[in-house]
């Protein structure tokens, strides 16, 4: 009789553990809003992302290699790509501040793309398919009769994210990944041109 109520008991403990929600599954749908930085570890135009915030002086960052007289095309400054081994749930929205230094600019302007690269099994044979969902422009442009010289932020305050291809999440074995551009507009007849 004792065996059968230790044997009961552990069958009992085992089903507890076993229907106890993990951690992630407690939380429900809240997402953490993490800070990430785009980090100077980079190969060509592809960094890294950093969760270190900048130190004062000069943050990390890149030249805008938009010279004149070319001007209001966009051009890549940087990328970033992490491959996802698992499933990903995407939030709604995101946003984003970038700083600037720069001298003799009429306008500058980012266009960001988020993307997500994955694997279409619904075809045969599988297929690798691009997603963008995100796309979003924000700038800044210097008020009449002046210029943007000096330092200053171009931010986008919250932009929803087209998850309409992932209903379900995103499945195992994908890409996320971020691209960013920069348009510049210079003033005319000067020779001190900067954007970082």
């Known amino acids: 009789m004792r065996r059968l109520w230790q044997t009961l008991a552990l069958a009992v403990f085992s089903f507890l553990v076993v229907s106890m929600p993990s951690e992630a599954e407690s939380r429900g749908n809240d997402f953490a809003d993490v800070a990430f930085y785009l980090s100077r570890d980079c190969v060509g135009e592809n960094c890294d992302l950093a969760i270190e915030e900048p130190m004062s002086g000069k943050p990390k960052h890149w030249v805008a290699q938009n010279d004149p007289p070319v001007q209001s095309e966009y051009y890549p400054l940087a990328t970033w790509e992490l491959n996802m081994g698992g499933p990903l749930d ?42 963008n969902i995100s796309i979003d422009e924000v700038g800044k442009t210097a008020p009449f009769g002046a210029l943007l010289n000096g330092n200053y932020t171009v931010e986008l305050e919250s932009s929803t994210l087209d998850k309409s291809e992932f209903p379900n999440g995103v499945p195992p074995y994908t890409t996320f990944g971020m691209k960013l551009e920069t348009s510049i507009r210079w003033a005319p007849d000067t020779q001190n041109n900067t954007a970082w």
């Open 90 to 131: 995407l939030g709604d929205s995101y946003s984003y501040v970038i700083w600037v230094e720069s001298t003799n600019v009429q306008e500058i302007n980012f266009r960001t793309t988020l993307f997500i690269s994955w694997i279409d099994s619904s075809v045969n044979p599988a297929e690798t398919r691009m997603t």
